[in-house]
């Protein structure tokens, strides 16, 4: 496989996972909204923390000086010129997609264009402006879609584990920061005066954790819904489960060699994946959930960073990829949170 092929893969699949979270976190908070009341309710205090969740503060308020839920719901769902927006992350998807046209199945290709034709339609921006909860709704319905067609129509081999690594690495992060909006809320319920019970429910809403969640553990508890959506495999979304599948995927694509013969990427995902099985939730509360993930997207990153360089800058030690010399020096398509990577890619580049 090329790594052009192996990174177009990998950033379709991401694309993909990052416009389903922010449609269900969207979707979330405006139900929070509607539980809450809207008389006399501050929207800020809702809508700050999706863009500290998205990274997106600095440039939402480089165009706004207010928080207000149609500004917040328009930046992070069809504003062109926000590169991290659903608009802009179907269309990254799908032109990841078409440079992989050969490579992925007729229902996959077809299943991408048609959500990019949808958002951009006369009739999807029509819909986000009048009924934003059916526009949200349908993103997820596609991106359901997308991941039942990619399960059952893509052959177990390369391109199957970097759709994974895609997939999982990208609901890791978006899981965390979720997680993170909640780190400074009491741990206490009703009745107590610091309790912060629709929040708490939001954000496992916000996960499609609701129901998993009441099943296992009746009644919502904060201490519990931090074990359940950051430690407990047995949920699909949760940060262990989508770091388990990390590992898993490169194991498949790098072998489980031991020692020095170990890849970069294999060890790190392999030991953040010790590190949670190991990890109670005590444990967490005792760091303090802020700095505990804090330290988890750092490794996160560590882990995006060294997939990068193994399967598309430095691809020595693995023959099976080829780089052609013109994919070398041909740059590479820019995701929200690998700023720095391209960055180091490209003073590589001038270098040589």
């Given at each position: 496989m090329l790594s052009r092929v192996a990174d177009s893969i990998y950033w379709m699949a991401r694309y993909v996972e990052r416009a389903e979270n922010f449609s269900r976190l969207l979707l979330s908070t405006q139900d929070l909204l509607l539980d809450a009341g809207?008389?006399?309710?501050?929207?800020?205090?809702?809508?700050?923390?999706?863009?500290?969740?998205?990274?997106?503060?600095?440039?939402?308020?480089?165009?706004?000086?207010?928080?207000?839920?149609?500004?917040?719901?328009a930046f992070l769902a069809l504003r062109a010129?926000?590169?991290?927006?659903?608009?802009?992350?179907?269309?990254?998807?799908?032109?990841?997609?078409?440079?992989?046209?050969?490579?992925?199945?007729?229902?996959?290709?077809?299943?991408?264009n048609g959500l990019r034709l949808f958002v951009e339609s006369d009739q999807g921006q029509e819909m986000?402006?009048?009924?934003?909860?059916?526009?949200?709704?349908?993103?997820?319905?596609?991106?359901?879609e997308?991941?039942?067609?990619?399960?059952?129509?893509t052959p177990r081999g390369d391109s199957w584990h970097f759709l994974r690594l895609?997939?999982?690495?990208?609901?890791?992060?978006?899981?965390?920061r979720l997680l993170d909006t909640c780190s400074g809320l009491s741990l206490e319920m009703s009745p107590h005066r610091d309790a912060r019970p629709l929040r708490w429910a939001a954000l496992l809403r916000s996960?499609?954790?609701?129901?998993?969640?009441?099943?296992?553990?009746?009644?919502?508890?904060?201490?519990?819904?931090?074990?359940?959506?950051?430690?407990?495999?047995?949920?699909?979304?949760?940060?262990?489960?989508c770091v388990a599948e990390v590992h898993s995927a490169l194991v498949g694509l790098c072998g489980a060699g031991l020692g020095d013969k170990m890849s970069e990427p294999v060890r790190h995902a392999g030991r953040l994946h010790a590190?949670?099985?190991?990890?109670?939730?005590?444990?967490?509360?005792?760091?303090?959930?802020?700095?505990?993930?804090?330290d988890l997207?750092?490794?996160?990153?560590?882990?995006?960073?060294?997939?990068?360089?193994?399967?598309?800058?430095?691809?020595?030690?693995?023959?099976?990829?080829?780089?052609?010399?013109?994919?070398?020096?041909?740059?590479?398509?820019?995701?929200?949170?690998?700023?720095d990577v391209n960055e180091e890619a490209q003073q590589q580049q001038q270098q040589q």
């Open positions: 809207v008389d006399g309710v501050d929207e800020a205090q809702f809508w700050q923390p999706i863009l500290a969740t998205t990274g997106d503060d600095e440039a939402y308020h480089a165009l706004h000086q207010r928080v207000t839920g149609d500004d917040v719901t010129d926000n590169p991290n927006s659903i608009l802009n992350c179907i269309r990254a998807a799908r032109e990841n997609a078409r440079t992989v046209r050969d490579q992925i199945s007729n229902d996959i290709w077809e299943c991408l986000h402006r009048t009924q934003s909860a059916r526009f949200y709704e349908r993103v997820l319905s596609r991106s359901y997308f991941q039942g067609i990619a399960d059952s129509t895609g997939t999982c690495l990208e609901r890791a992060d978006k899981m965390s996960c499609s954790a609701r129901h998993s969640f009441q099943a296992y553990h009746g009644k919502p508890d904060p201490k519990k819904i931090i074990d359940y959506l950051l430690l407990d495999e047995a949920l699909p979304r949760s940060v262990a489960s590190d949670l099985v190991y990890t109670t939730v005590e444990e967490v509360l005792e760091v303090g959930l802020h700095e505990f993930i804090d997207q750092t490794r996160l990153n560590q882990i995006g960073d060294s997939i990068f360089k193994t399967f598309v800058l430095n691809i020595e030690d693995l023959p099976e990829l080829e780089v052609s010399e013109a994919e070398s020096s041909s740059g590479l398509p820019l995701g929200a949170y690998h700023t």
